[in-house]
């Protein structure tokens, strides 16, 4: 049976030979890259996110995945980032099909049914976003908006500041 407590010194070598290795060449790409690599503003964002962190633990832990191998993955996995986010820049419907839209889910203080099932989020959702800004109304809230990474936005009331302040979200009362 295989030592699980300690595989030997030149296991512990590799990782770490390899790890400095790997860490640097990923901060290299990430500083080329630009600072949208590692942003979450989306949930493309946050997959690439995981990616090279995945990526990142294989390089490191299995034997087979040699640091030229796993230093490719990082620049397609950055490059392919790099790639949809210039083309989402670009073309509209490229970027809608990545990213989404934003969805107001309560409006004015009234919740808006398909919206949050078209989201699949709850009212206790909505509440506890709201309550989470330290609004106790609902009635207090101009706004909640599920936006593109997942998280929700609460608009209070005292901060919309006329009729356009939401513009460009979808789901908003006259719509549903």
Known sequence: MENVLFAGWESLGRTLVIGVLAYCALVIFLRASGKRTLSKLNAFD???????????????????????????AFALLIGLQLAVTWISVRAR??????TGEPAMLLHRGTFLPDAMRRARITKDEVRAAVRSTGVLALSDVEAVVLE???????VNRSAATGPNSLEGVQGDAEHN
Do not use: E, H, P, Y
């Open 148 to 154: 593109t990474d997942g998280s929700l936005s609460v």
């Open 93 to 98: 419907w490229f970027r809608r099909f990545i």
């Open 46 to 72: 946050w997959v690439v996110t995981v990616a090279l962190g995945s990526t990142l633990a294989s390089v490191l832990l299995t034997k087979n995945v040699a640091f030229t191998d796993g230093a490719l």
